[in-house]
């Protein structure tokens, strides 16, 4: 009879922060360069080359641990933590494995059950990232792209507390919320800014002695980190069951065929022969500057959600969505305040926003619209100086480069037409030009309205409140 097992995990979630240069030197870390062109000595690793500290990094790194509770450590040092391999140009990586930078933090969750719990932080650690292989196939070659070497990297490793997939998902979903609220880091896992490596045991219910453990490598999106937990987990108990005994070793995940295969065995902390780095000076960090970036740390969403449903009377699920993104969240809050009208401002973000940022796969963050331009569009739809379809007609506008809505229907003429006597004769012509359409609304056929409308608003070039229009024909038809 089969035993019923617990899953442990933990994760080791890597982020790349938002610095305009990277840990050690002064090349971008743009994504997307022509290979090997932010590149200088220092990244890539040349004899004679010394590093110098980026002050951002250290300050991301401590707003980062400050927003999940952590001890910040006031006294740090930087490690070499040596191995070889192609994309890795000095041979070490500069991590931190002695004096981390943030320890014994914690991040509440919300479980399955709607429960809460907490999910330990264990350390946070600055390091730097390594370089990219480029697999040619054709060539049967593989290149390297030291563009990244160097890109400033947080390390986030919780203790093992999560007990499932669900749990898994809720603990980065509330760590990518606090790293963008804070702007350290885009979090973009389509581009690797944001990555976990998931470490998996399994141990009998009741239990308390951990099951040994495997580590699965640089997942890089929610569905990847289910499927390979999933997938893991059954595959530890298929091999307990048949009496035999879980390896620890570094596994890879392949998405596509849905399983899992080994790449080697786990290393530990001796394998690596880690050291003081010698060329960085300890870091020393006051209690006046962690007190000065605590002072900029902003209102995080769970508050912000608290705030909203108390302020802006709009629904939950908008206030959900709008919050996802401080930037959102930001915009709407100014076009709110600067046009009165928070209902108004939430429509426009939850329906055409949303629309046309799938449209075009673009993240919230990429949005390019003021807050002024925002809360003018809202003020001419409801002192009625345009119409709604002209209203979508601008925003879309408004959307690709941030047009003046008030500039853009003033040169275009879009403004709407408020002689009643003008858009009379326009329904009275439509009317004439459109006999059986008059003969079936007579008919009882409601629907030929809607034809007629459409006809008036052809004729008016869009330009006539569509309410009024559909007036003055029930009226004129009688």
Known sequence: MSREYETVIGLEVHVELATK???????????????????????????GSLPVLNKQVVEYAIAVGLATNCEITRYGKF????????????????????????????????TEKGGKKYVGIHEIHMEEDAGKLIHDEWGDVSLVDYNRSGVPLIEIVSE???????????????????????????????EGSMRADVNLSV?????????????????????SITHAIENERERQIDILESGGSVIQET?????????????????????????????????????????????????FRPEKMARYAKEYGIPEYDIGIITDSRHMADLFEEASRLCGQPKKVS???????????????MDAEDIRISPQHLASLV?????????????????????????????????????????????????????????????????????????????????????????TVNSLLKELLG
């Open 379 to 467: 003020e001419l739809t409801e002192k009625k100086v345009i119409n709604s379809s002209v209203a979508k007609e601008v925003f879309e506008q408004m959307f690709e480069d941030d047009t003046d809505p008030v500039r853009y229907v003033e040169e275009k003429g879009l403004k709407q037409e408020t002689d009643s006597g003008a858009i009379r004769a326009i329904c009275e012509q439509v009317i004439a030009d459109n006999p059986q359409s008059v003969a079936d609304y007579k008919a009882g056929k409601e629907k030929a309205i809607g034809f007629l409308v459409g006809q008036t608003m052809k004729a008016a070039k869009g330009k006539a409140d569509p309410g």
């Open 203 to 223: 141990r009998p219910v009741g239990e308390e002695k951990f099951g040994t453990r495997t580590e699965m490598k640089n997942l890089n999106s929610f569905t």
């Open 79 to 110: 490690d070499r933590k040596n191995y070889f391999y192609p994309d890795n140009p000095q041979n070490y990586q500069i991590s931190q494995l002695y004096l981390p930078i943030c320890r014994n933090g914690k991040v509440e969750i919300e």
């Open 160 to 190: 093992p507390d999560m007990r499932s997939a669900e749990e898994v998902i809720a603990y980065l979903e509330k760590l990518r919320m606090f790293i963008r609220y804070l702007g350290a880091s885009d979090c973009k896992l389509q």
């Open 347 to 361: 429509n426009w973000l939850m329906v055409e926003t949303l629309r046309l940022l799938k449209e075009k796969n």
């Open 251 to 299: 596994r890879r995940f392949d998405d596509n065929k849905g399983e899992s295969y080994a790449m080697r065995s786990k290393e530990d902390a001796q394998d690596y022969r880690y050291f003081p780095d010698p060329d960085l000076i300890p870091v020393q960090i006051s209690e006046e500057w962690i007190e000065e970036i605590r002072s900029r740390q902003p209102e």
């Open 21 to 47: 240069t990277k840990i050690f030197c002064g090349c971008s870390t743009q994504f997307g360069g022509e290979v090997n062109t932010h590149t200088c000595p220092v990244c890539t690793g040349m004899p």
